[in-house]
T-cell receptor, first 116, second 112 residues
Framework: GNSVTQMEGPVTLSEEAFLTINCTYT??????LFWYVQYPGEGLQLLLK?????DKGSNKGFEATYRKETTSFHLEKGSVQVSDSAVYFC???????????????FGSGTQVVVTP | EAQVTQNPRYLITVTGKKLTVTCSQN?????MSWYRQDPGLGLRQIYY???????DKGDVPEGYKVSRKEKRNFPLILESPSPNQTSLYFC???????????FGQGTRLTVV
């Protein structure tokens, strides 16, 4: 079945540092890939997405590129702020031709802590 | 405002006492699902529904029931809760199975 593996946290950074969170996946067909963010006490919010190979999703200074050859979707931000402190989840959604269509498969989440 | 609303936000109950967590969305979405979030495991899908009266099991359905009698509502039912169902639960909806998912605020359930 489909699976998502992301780096374990917590990741602790100073403000303005560069952030990378690695995410790799296993899936049949052509899944869609997502990054969700969960701020303390809140539900998950979509941060960015990519629906086909070589697509780059971007939002709020975050970027991730769908790399089919390496089955990866790493999240990056060039200069983090304290307000970026949250838990980040990588997820995939199976393609329409597979049994997993519609289901979001999540990684275990990576907590990011940004200090002033 | 487009949103997914879950109730209650927090619930403490005793083993075996039936409970229902409600979920409602106001976006006319077809696809709805329930997830549980546990430390180190991410979110795992419990049940999903592709439309009214169409529901199916996710990865961890044991001990849960759902129904989809109306498009906007998708309640999660625990007929006989047990301590291993202590978790943080999220309801999500999307226009269709392959579009962006919107999540509720979560329900933190403790079963003692």
């Amino acid at each position: 079945g489909n699976s998502v593996t992301q780096m374990e946290g917590p990741v602790t950074l100073s403000e303005e540092a560069f952030l990378t969170i690695n995410c790799t996946y296993t899936a049949t067909g052509y899944p869609s890939l997502f990054w969700y963010v969960q701020y303390p006490g809140e539900g998950l919010q979509l941060l960015l997405k990519a629906t086909k190979a070589d697509d780059k999703g971007s939002n709020k200074g975050f970027e991730a590129t769908y790399r089919k050859e390496t089955t990866s979707f790493h999240l990056e931000k060039g200069s983090v702020q304290v307000s970026d402190s949250a838990v980040y989840f990588c997820a995939l959604r199976g393609s329409r031709t597979t049994d997993s269509w519609g289901k979001l498969q999540f990684g275990s989440g990576t907590q990011v802590v940004v200090t002033p | 405002e487009a949103q997914v609303t879950q109730n209650p936000r927090y619930l403490i109950t005793v083993t075996g006492k039936k409970l229902t967590v409600t979920c409602s969305q106001n976006m006319n979405h077809e696809y709805m699902s329930w997830y549980r979030q546990d430390p180190g495991l991410g979110l795992r899908q419990i049940y999903y529904s592709m439309n009214v009266e169409v529901t199916d099991k996710g990865d961890v359905p044991e001990g849960y029931k759902v129904s989809r009698k109306e498009k906007r509502n998708f309640p999660l039912i625990l007929e006989s809760p047990s301590p291993n169902q202590t978790s943080l639960y999220f309801c999500a909806s999307s226009l269709q199975g392959n579009t962006e998912a919107f999540f509720g605020q979560g329900t933190r359930l403790t079963v003692v």
